[in-house]
């Protein structure tokens, strides 16, 4: 069981850029996603996630309105669409699995509760 994270690089303020999360071993459909980031000397921060239903979504407070989020079932895939991108955006972006008996729920309040983490993907905005 595997997630790969991917997408990440370097970008001007105010580019953009896509992150993919692929999933090997395991189906995604049966679990929320969530997005995290941690930039250096901080604590991992959620920043956006998508229920198993495909339903709901929860943003952190510095992504609603710039970032999407977004599931390929048929490809096993979860996408991060960045826009408008700031220099505090830039860490290493994670994405991560978390089962709720709710198919229409996820948060990214809490990484504890996400069971299995992709290695992560470097992004970085120059200003």
């Known amino acids: 069981v595997q997630l790969q994270a991917s997408g990440g690089g370097l970008v001007q303020s105010g580019g953009s850029l896509r992150l993919s999360c692929a999933a090997s071993?395991?189906?995604?459909?049966?679990?929320?996603i969530g997005w995290f980031r941690q930039a250096p000397g901080l604590e991992r921060e959620g920043v956006l996630c998508?229920?198993?239903?495909?339903?709901?979504?929860s943003y952190a407070g510095s992504a609603k309105g710039r970032f999407t989020i977004s599931r390929d079932n048929a490809k096993n895939t979860v996408y991060l669409q960045m826009s408008g991108l700031r220099s505090e955006d830039t860490g290493v972006y994670y994405c991560?699995?978390?089962?709720?008996?709710?198919?229409?729920?996820?948060?990214?309040?809490?990484?504890?509760?996400?069971?299995?983490w992709g290695q992560g993907t470097q992004v970085t905005v120059s200003s």
């Open positions: 998508i229920s198993s239903s495909g339903n709901a979504r």
């Open positions: 071993g395991i189906n995604l459909d049966d679990y929320a």
């Open positions: 991560g699995l978390d089962k709720h008996d709710n198919i229409d729920y996820c948060q990214v309040v809490a990484d504890k509760y996400y069971k299995l």
